[in-house]
């Protein structure tokens, strides 16, 4: 017989008949009420129930479409670490859909300003966004996850917005949009690329900071999540009352549909109520100590290891399960297919050092559904460094491989030892823990710096029009300009720094362990020197589908199909020395054809190098890599099976037929040669 009481499970709004189950944690607060919406009317219902910290009831008349926020009435003590007040109506942490933005005025504030500890009783309910009851219904017609091993992923890291905004063939009405992302030319490129998974920057509800919108400019990257159940409201096409649910959800069956898995960038580490100063948006005002993590002797003020005010209370049953609660909605309910953590290290932090067996970390890991989906680190935050860190389960955004790679690339001394273990899937950081080269991912570019072509571009940062004085982003991006700040119309440097490109684009794709490209990259995006475009949400950041350097184009869809077809360029373990009998073996030998000596390695000035990459009972490569100015002549050793024949290179200046002994590899290029197992006609 189905109950007609209320239950204190699930947490957030359950539709039943006659309207709706709603269960709220909060340990601190005296009462709750959730109040539903009919334009500007309100009709407030109190939860009457209790069970442990939960407050629940039947609220009637909820149904699909139903706007509502949350009053919760309790002490207001912030000294104590307590916000409570009821004239602020607040968002429903698992809230599945957020209608509208902030208007940002002293009522949105649960304090007075200028007194942050005096309590300020404006009504906000005019002022803020509300919560939308969605249709869980959805007809995913047989969808199934990809599931593609890890071994054969390659990520690829873009925008919802900026991919699609200004793209030619797509519909002007769904660009920007998750049905944008949907539509077959977006998918095309991306499966014509050879990539095999998107991993979409911020789609968690996030709110735009009102000093940027004061300055003219808006949140672009979206690191400022308020709703952990809710597809951000801007990016669908419907608009946001509630069919951004929809639309994501097709977004998802059309990527499935085209094989390509979806990876969200989520940011559980913090929010957007920011430090003591902040407004008060939804956790502040139903448990701040529960959600927060507060100052141990100074409960007003908040612990912060993410650089945005706040940290989320990892030691708390309550904000763990709001985590795990969320990270199981998007598996099961919109169909994703992993996750990487912003600043995860922020998230392992129980008691102020980063565990390897924090409480977050086992949850995952002991979860029969989760731990089935893909887990990416970004394994630091503001207080250190955990690269290497992480459960064998998991791969790490590894930042060593990116500053390596550009060090040798930018002909720094005494980095070829040091690069090439990043080549080889860094076993100097894996393999010591019996982790594999597939926990690595690499990168040369990312969201946060410099674009592939503006780091060829440019030595400084220009980042004027973030408003900030050029005092934002990274100072130090290892970039080779070449002398020349910004597009020139010298044919040597423009070939240089389109050889560069190209250097680091290989080496990026021939390296073990999951590559991520940055989106755009691929067709020569510039930002115009800005490192830091967090806030440019405009053609500085947006993909130009109208300026696309097609050779590059082609170039990286070339080395992706290489890989993909050839399991000597990806493998599953470390690579060992051919008379170690493993299957994927590596020989590493000085340009002269020579074994490296102990001595090699340390010679500041070595800049040269030949890996011999081989998987059993398939082609061989060589991968020659030259950093130094000037060229050097390459002896290659016999071939094991077919003759070497050359495959690709960034010199441009070298044969393109025949078998090859020796060549002559210019300065600052690399080449590619396969032996083949067996006679191609």
């Not at 990539?195 to 940027?212: G, I």
Request: glycine share 8%.
């Amino acid at each position: 017989m189905r109950t007609t009481r209320s239950l204190p499970f699930p947490l957030g709004v359950s539709l039943r008949d006659g309207g709706a189950n709603v269960a709220i944690y909060s340990e601190t607060a005296d009462s709750i009420d959730v109040c539903t919406f009919t334009g500007d009317v309100q009709t407030c219902v109190t939860l009457e129930h209790r069970t442990g910290h939960v407050f629940h009831g039947i609220v009637p008349g909820m149904q699909v479409g139903t706007r509502y926020g949350l009053r919760v009435d309790g002490p207001w003590d912030p000294a104590n670490g307590l916000r409570h007040n009821r004239n602020k109506l607040l968002l429903d942490p698992h809230a599945t859909a957020i209608e509208g933005e902030y208007d940002w005025n002293p009522s949105v504030f649960g304090h007075q300003l200028g007194h942050p500890l005096v309590m300020d009783d404006t009504d906000n309910q005019s002022s803020v966004p509300r919560c939308v009851v969605t249709d869980p219904a959805f007809d995913w017609e047989g969808d199934e996850p990809p599931l593609i091993p890890l071994a054969d992923t390659v990520i690829y890291e873009l925008h919802v917005k900026g991919f699609t905004q200004r793209h030619p063939e797509i519909p002007p009405e769904i660009r920007g949009t998750y049905a944008g992302l949907a539509h077959p030319a977006a998918i095309k490129h991306l499966t014509d690329l050879g990539v095999t998974a998107v991993e979409l920057m911020p789609v968690h509800h996030f709110v735009q900071d009102n000093h940027l919108l004061e300055r003219g400019l808006r949140n672009y990257w979206g690191y400022n999540s308020i709703g952990f159940f809710a597809p951000h409201g801007d990016y669908s096409s419907v608009g946001d009352g509630g069919g951004q649910v929809a639309e994501f959800k097709n977004m998802v069956k059309a990527l499935h549909d085209a094989g390509l898995e979806v990876i969200l960038d989520v940011v559980y580490n913090h929010t957007a109520e920011g430090n003591h100063l902040g407004p008060t948006l939804s956790f502040k005002g139903i448990d701040n100590a529960a959600y927060y993590r507060l100052v141990e002797d100074h409960r007003a003020s908040y612990f912060d290891t993410t650089g945005t005010g706040n940290s989320l209370n990892v030691r708390h049953p309550a904000a763990l399960g709001l985590i795990m609660d969320s990270l199981r909605y998007w598996v099961t309910e919109m169909h994703v297919d992993g996750f990487r953590f912003d600043l995860a290290t922020a998230l392992t932090r129980q008691s102020g050092s980063a565990e390897l067996h924090s409480a977050f970390l086992t949850l995952i890991e002991q979860d029969p559904l989760l731990n089935t989906v893909k887990m990416i680190a970004e394994p630091w935050d503001t207080a250190g460094y955990q690269l290497g860190g992480f459960p064998a389960t998991w791969s790490e955004w590894n930042g060593a491989f990116r500053d390596d790679v550009r060090d040798f690339w930018n002909g720094a001394d005494n980095v070829l030892g040091t690069v090439s273990q990043r080549i080889l899937g860094s076993p100097d950081v894996y393999e010591v823990s019996r982790r594999s080269p597939l926990c690595s991912v690499n990168f040369i570019t990312a969201h946060d710096g410099f674009t592939l072509v503006d780091l060829t571009m440019y030595n400084e940062k220009h980042n004027l029009a973030n408003g900030e004085n050029n005092k934002d982003g990274e100072s130090h991006n290892r970039s080779f300009n070449f002398g020349v700040e910004g597009p020139t119309d010298d044919p040597e440097i423009t070939e240089r720094r389109r050889r560069r490109r190209r250097n680091l684009m290989a080496t990026l794709l021939l390296s073990a362990g999951v590559p991520m490209i940055l989106a755009g990259d691929e067709l020569g995006r510039t930002q115009n020197g800005n490192n830091n475009a967090y806030c440019q949400d405009n053609e500085v950041s947006w993909l130009d589908w109208d300026n696309v350097d097609e050779a590059m184009r082609r170039f990286t869809r070339r080395l992706l199909a290489l890989r993909r077809e050839n399991p000597a360029l990806r493998p599953e373990w470390f690579r060992h020395d051919p008379s170690a009998g493993s299957r994927d073996t590596v020989r590493m030998i000085r340009s002269d054809g020579e074994e490296f000596g102990d001595g090699d390695w340390d010679n500041p000035d070595a800049r040269t190098i030949t890996f011999l990459l081989a998987h059993e009972g398939a082609d061989t490569f060589a991968l020659l890599l030259n950093s130094a100015d000037n060229g050097v002549e390459f002896t290659i050793p016999e071939a094991p099976n077919e003759p070497w024949m050359r495959v690709v290179s960034s010199d441009g200046e070298q044969e393109t037929s025949g078998a090859i002994d020796t060549l002559i590899l210019a300065g600052n290029s690399f080449t590619l040669l396969r032996s083949a197992a067996e006679r191609r006609e």
